[in-house]
């Protein structure tokens, strides 16, 4: 299973383009970006992103992936909504 906080540090690192960014955006150090991502790669078996120095570039592999935790926060926030709507609503109405 994907850990969700690594996912959080790839979407960021996407975001910033920058390794350094990305950890202070974070409050992590850099070299704990850099084991979020190389444990992502290990994990799915591919290269997420091209090192360019100081920028990044998003490799096929790592695009699918960025689609993917962009789609997992579309569900994210529709599971809310709807655990807000049924679950705290009803809650609230048989607490009143």
Same mark, same amino acid.
């Given at each position: 299973?994907?850990? !969700?906080?690594?996912?959080? &540090?790839?979407?960021?690192?996407?975001?910033?383009?920058?390794? &350094?960014?990305?950890?202070?955006?974070?409050?992590?150090?850099?070299?704990?970006?850099? %084991?979020?991502?190389?444990?992502?790669?290990?994990?799915?078996?591919? &290269?997420?992103?091209?090192?360019?120095?100081? &920028? !990044?570039?998003?490799?096929?592999?790592?695009?699918?992936?960025?689609?993917?935790?962009?789609?997992?926060?579309?569900?994210?926030?529709?599971?809310?909504?709807?655990? %807000?709507?049924?679950?705290?609503?009803?809650?609230?109405? %048989?607490?009143?």
């Amino acid at each position: 299973m994907l850990n !969700t906080h690594h996912l959080i &540090t790839f979407k960021t690192l996407v975001e910033t383009g920058n390794f &350094t960014q990305t950890a202070q955006q974070l409050g992590l150090t850099q070299p704990a970006v850099s %084991q979020h991502i190389k444990k992502l790669e290990q994990g799915l078996g591919a &290269t997420l992103v091209i090192r360019h120095g100081r &920028t !990044t570039e998003l490799t096929c592999a790592g695009e699918v992936l960025l689609k993917h935790i962009l789609n997992l926060e579309v569900c994210y926030e529709r599971f809310m909504e709807k655990w %807000q709507q049924e679950v705290v609503q009803e809650r609230d109405q %048989q607490a009143g």
